[in-house]
Structure formats: structure tokens, C-alpha cells
Nanobody, 125 residues
């Protein structure tokens, strides 16, 4: 199993940018589809974005499409989330995980049951 540690969060004004990183341990990192999730206070954790093992394919939920960019560096066992034009509703703790999609019509779900510590993103209005 891969162990994950997120970083890069912080406090930013609306319209600002942040770049999140997720460092993964384990030799099999490059074989996994990776994703980012977020959890706002009082809300369920939700899927945000995913990237294929090669980095050639990406997928975003509608609420972040055009503003967020997911990428990865398999040589560094790291996946990134560039967040631009941030909005107060993006405020949440952000987590990464390997992901899978049970069938083509379903949403991505986390592959591993354990999570890293997450990184807090706070967007002020």
C-alpha cells in the first residue's frame, strides 16, 4: 500500500492560487490512477480530480473544471493540484489517494482505506 502526505495548503484571498503536493511512498506509485479529494466543514469528503498513471488523461468535477489542474511526476512519486481563481467554496481539507472507478458511469472513489493528514485550504472573500 502507498502512504501519502499532502502539503501546500494555506490561507489565500478569493481569486488567488495555491499549488498542493502529495508525496507518496512505495515503488508502485506510478501504476496507480491518482486523485484529489476535499472535505469542507460539516460535509462529506468529495472527489475533485484524477490523473492516469501516465499523466496523459485527467478528469475534473464540474465545480473546478477550468480552474484546477492535476499533474504528476512519477520519478518523484508526487502528484500535484494547481488551484487558480480560488473561491470561498473551495475552502476544505484536501487529500490525495489512489482512485478507481467501478464502472464508466460512476464517480471516482478512493482505492485505499487509509488517508494522509490532508492539507487545509482556506479562501477568504
Amino acid at each position: 500500500q502507498v502512504q501519502l502526505v499532502e502539503s501546500g495548503g494555506g490561507l489565500v484571498q478569493a481569486g488567488g492560487s495555491l499549488r498542493l503536493s502529495c508525496a507518496a511512498s512505495g515503488r508502485t506509485f506510478s501504476s496507480y490512477v491518482m486523485g484529489w479529494f476535499r472535505q469542507a466543514p460539516g460535509e462529506e469528503r468529495e472527489f475533485v480530480a484524477a490523473i492516469s498513471w501516465s499523466g496523459e488523461s485527467t478528469y475534473y468535477v464540474d465545480s473546478v473544471k477550468g480552474r484546477f489542474t492535476i499533474s504528476r511526476n512519477n520519478a518523484k512519486n508526487t502528484v500535484y493540484l494547481q488551484m487558480n481563481s480560488l473561491k470561498p467554496e473551495d475552502t476544505a481539507v484536501y487529500y490525495c489517494n489512489a482512485v478507481l472507478r467501478p464502472d464508466p458511469s460512476s464517480e471516482y472513489v478512493p482505492r485505499f482505506g487509509s488517508w494522509g493528514p490532508g492539507t487545509q485550504v482556506t479562501v477568504s472573500s
